[in-house]
T-cell receptor, first 110, second 115 residues
Framework: QKEVEQNSGPLSVPEGAIASLNCTYS??????FFWYRQYSGKSPELIMS????GDKEDGRFTAQLNKASQYVSLLIRDSQPSDSATYLC??????????FGDGTTLTVKP | DAGVIQSPRHEVTEMGQEVTLRCKPI?????LFWYRQTMMRGLELLIY????????DSGMPEDRFSAKMPNASFSTLKIQPSEPRDSAVYFC?????????????FGSGTQLSVL
């Protein structure tokens, strides 16, 4: 079993819709959770971090964490074509060390 | 701040040659990471340093790979001898560790092609 697993995708949504990206992790000792966005040919950039159970909202993005279920999700409201990218879930089990999922590629169609 | 700086951006070499990738982390960041990204294996952690000291090199694929961090502002990843299966994008990233919430800041990457 991989340490961090994401929906295999690709995921396609129409412009204005909600995109839902999911991630599960295997280590119950994980403390920090991140979502990175990676445009084709570019490096990953952090868009959300979450450390405690519940929801965290930042603009059109909402991260959700459920440690009991070992589950992290990212919701993108009012999806825009510029949101089309690969979204990487990252989990930290030890201080400073991030393990990444394989990513979910999102396409937002105008 | 200029962010994490990597060089070269692209490297094309022949099998058996030595390859050296370079990284300058963000000033003040005390963690530095080397990742490799391929379509097949995704983003894999190769090695990371804390305060210039290697902490975990369990991701280094084999003895052909080595990494150093002689000071807080410079790190190298060396492959000797290189093989075609080493072709990938190599990213360097830095962070403030737990003090900064462990958020990673990535460089632009080095696209390595071994022919």
């Amino acid at each position: 079993q991989k340490e961090v697993e994401q929906n295999s995708g690709p995921l396609s949504v129409p412009e204005g819709a909600i995109a839902s990206l999911n991630c599960t992790y295997s280590d119950r000792g994980s403390q920090s959770f991140f979502w990175y966005r990676q445009y084709s040919g570019k490096s990953p950039e952090l868009i959300m971090s979450i450390y405690s159970n519940g929801d965290k909202e930042d603009g059109r993005f909402t991260a959700q964490l459920n440690k009991a279920s070992q589950y992290v999700s990212l919701l993108i409201r009012d999806s825009q074509p510029s949101d089309s990218a690969t979204y990487l879930c990252a989990v930290n089990t030890n201080a400073g060390k991030s393990t990444f999922g394989d990513g979910t590629t999102l396409t937002v169609k105008p | 701040d200029a962010g994490v700086i990597q060089s070269p951006r692209h490297e094309v070499t022949e099998m058996g040659q030595e390859v050296t990738l370079r990284c300058k982390p963000i000033s003040g960041h005390d963690y530095l990471f080397w990742y490799r990204q391929t379509m097949m294996r995704g983003l894999e952690l190769l090695i990371y340093f804390n305060n210039n000291v290697p902490i975990d090199d369990s991701g280094m694929p084999e003895d052909r790979f080595s990494a150093k961090m002689p000071n807080a502002s410079f790190s190298t990843l060396k492959i000797q001898p290189s093989e075609p299966r080493d072709s990938a994008v190599y990213f360097c990233a830095s962070s403030l560790g737990t003090a900064g919430g462990e958020k990673l800041f990535f460089g632009s990457g080095t696209q390595l092609s071994v022919l």
